[in-house]
């Protein structure tokens, strides 16, 4: 039930949000499958196969970069036949510090980061080019608000997010803290409080219990998410990833997330 509610939680503004009520209030709607689930859809088995088309040609590259010898990257791939190789990317719990330490391990393996080869001209050595070599990618705690957070504004780059995002996402600076008793804080709290309560009240009036997890991912939301024009992603689900076009074109891991 935790992982379904964190799940659900993990969202943001940048898509239109399918939450039933258009807000972080649940809806009751009729269920859309009602089939055995005895393997993976059609649709995520073409989803995968078409990541690994992408996969195998970023891990080419990398193992090129690598530039070992007596070894071709070409024929280790092509040895594979279609399926090639499996790479799954985790990143530890630990709050805020997980997220932040799994922020810079991911800009590391990120080919796309200033300090990789491809953008950087610097050769090899780098570890630049991993993350687009992975078929999956898992987060536990900490590190699934960083890959909600990437995955839900579209899957930008960790320094697009600390460095370029207009947002103030990831500020995550005194005055922004959940927890905090500076002057500053008592002006910021009662506002984000009063949006915090809007949305606890909206999920009880639609007859569904709150708990403190509610007002914890409502409060992580307005660091995670932009405020856009749903209130830090209220109405957006997990699912809503499917919409975003770095998942619909296979550009990035699939994404696995658990409490």
């Known amino acids: 039930m935790n992982l379904l509610i964190s799940l659900l939680l993990l969202s943001i503004s940048l ?3 399918s939450s039933p009520s258009g807000g972080y209030a649940p809806g009751i709607v009729q269920c859309p499958i009602n089939s055995n689930s005895n393997s993976s859809s059609s649709s995520k088995k073409q989803w995968i196969k078409q990541r690994q088309l992408k ?3 970023s891990l080419i590259e990398f193992l090129k970069s690598a530039n070992l010898s007596n070894f071709n990257p070409q024929n280790f791939i092509d040895a594979k036949d279609y399926q090639g190789i499996n790479l799954g990317l985790a990143f530890s719990g630990g709050s805020y510090r997980a997220m932040l330490n799994g922020a810079g391990q991911l800009m590391a393996l990120d080919s796309r980061s200033s300090s990789s080869p491809s953008e950087s001209g610097s050769g090899s050595g780098s570890l630049g080019g991993i993350l687009q070599s992975a078929n999956y990618i898992g987060g536990l705690s900490g590190s699934s608000w960083l890959l909600g957070s990437l995955a839900m504004q579209g899957w930008p780059t960790v320094e697009e997010v600390v460095f370029e995002n207009p947002h103030d996402v990831w500020n995550l600076t005194s005055s922004r803290q959940l927890v905090n008793q500076t002057g ?3 002006i910021v709290f009662p506002v ?3 949006n915090m309560n809007k949305a606890l009240k909206a999920k009880e009036k639609a007859g ?3 708990s403190l997890t509610d007002a ?5 939301a307005h660091q995670l998410f932009p405020k856009g024009k749903d209130n830090y992603g209220s109405s957006e689900t997990w699912s809503d990833i499917r919409n975003i076009d770095a998942f619909a074109n296979h550009d990035m891991p699939f994404p696995l997330l658990s409490d």
């Open 15 to 17: 898509v239109l949000g």
């Open 55 to 57: 996969v195998n040609k």
């Open 184 to 186: 500053l804080w008592t």
């Open 192 to 194: 984000m409080f009063d």
């Open 208 to 210: 569904f219990e709150t």
């Open 216 to 220: 914890w991912a409502r409060g992580l």
